[in-house]
């Protein structure tokens, strides 16, 4: 396809390619953010002999023979060891340097480094995020957002979503804390050597030899292994999760996951390590199988509360607790429904109300949930509805249906 060259128009740099090519483009970084993104999320056994690999020319990369090789079965076993052999390093960063995690940290960054200078991509804090940026990519792109803005948001700040906030969050409370030791997400690092390929797929960064040759590395451990350290003389690595669920996040539009399961671990391991996730919120293992008002009163984490909550169902909840309500109306906004408001229990040490409402749209069993939010101490559900909404009461009482 010839490239079309088009005006510049209030101060925006000239549109180099036409958008139909810009679009397919956007296609093609929508292909590659699915592919990293599974082998982000797979379950499969490591490949170990292909992983062992990759280390193994790290090590030599920085001039240390390759190392022993140590696999446990999850993080958390594989923290266990680290600590009870006491591989730590001493708390002094210059003393790290000269590790091999170090020397392997640094390797990766200056490699990094290197691909952003050769780039004219900005950093996803540099550009201001509008709604253009919100829409899925080939609309994006077809609306005039450039191809390097639409690589940061589909393959970084997506796929870190799903992999960081997500997974690698859940897997850290299972953990051990050793703040003195480098750790690397294997199969989570998805969304770092995902996006260093997508800009170098569609010719947005010009790749040496070496640099190449590095993320060719960093791809095949994402590819073939779970978490791993290393050490002089020794790299401890991960086996992946045998279990992981996940459902699609709400209005995301760039494929983001979050962990959730009703009624098991979201994620597990093969020697029982296991984590309970509730739409992408970590809970203890009795917000799933036996929430309990006393539980539910006792806890202090606000969303793990809400979970539980949840779980038992609001209305449930209100009725065993014993709440006193404050205020009851119709809700305007939502015909048929009603607005509850309560005070909120004395141990959960808040002034905040309680509002009971209904969701205004079904869901996918079509039923139409119940839910609370915290409000402030209203006297009035209709006051407190309208604070929702950034209205007084008066006003939320002459709207006719909510959206």
Known sequence: MTAVRTRATSGRQPLIESTEHRVDQAWQLCTLRDGWLAHGLQTASSDRANAEDAV???????GQAPPAFLWADSPAAAHAIIDAENHRYSDSTADLVDEASGRIADLFRTSRNRLHRRSRRPHPTSFAQTWRHFQPPPEA??????LSELVWQTMW???RTSMVD???????AQLLPLPTVITWFGQQDAYRVGTDDAFIQLGLTRCGADDAALLDIRSRLVQSTGWWWAFDGLCV???????LFTEPIPGAVHHERRLHHDHR????????TSTFVLNGTVVPEWVIDDPTVARIDAERNVEIRRCAIERLGW????????????????????????????????QWRTSKRILLTTNGSTERDGTRRRYAIGVPGFDSALEAAGWTYGLTGADYARLGRRT
């Not at 792109?141 to 450039?146: C, L, P, S, T």
């Not at 909840?317 to 109306?329: F, K, M, N, S």
């Open 157 to 159: 700040n997506s796929l």
């Open 237 to 243: 690595l991960a086996e992946r999760p045998v279990e």
């Open 265 to 272: 671990p979201a994620i597990e391991f093969a020697d029982g």
């Open 56 to 62: 193994a020319e790290l090590y030599r990369r920085i």
């Open 141 to 146: 792109a077809a609306d005039g957002v450039e």
């Open 315 to 346: 209305d449930q909840y209100l009725d065993a607790a014993g709440l006193d309500p404050v205020d009851r109306a119709d809700d305007p906004g939502n015909p048929g429904c009603v607005l509850e408001l309560y005070s909120s229990p004395s």
């Open 166 to 172: 997500g997974v690698v969050a859940a897997i850290r």
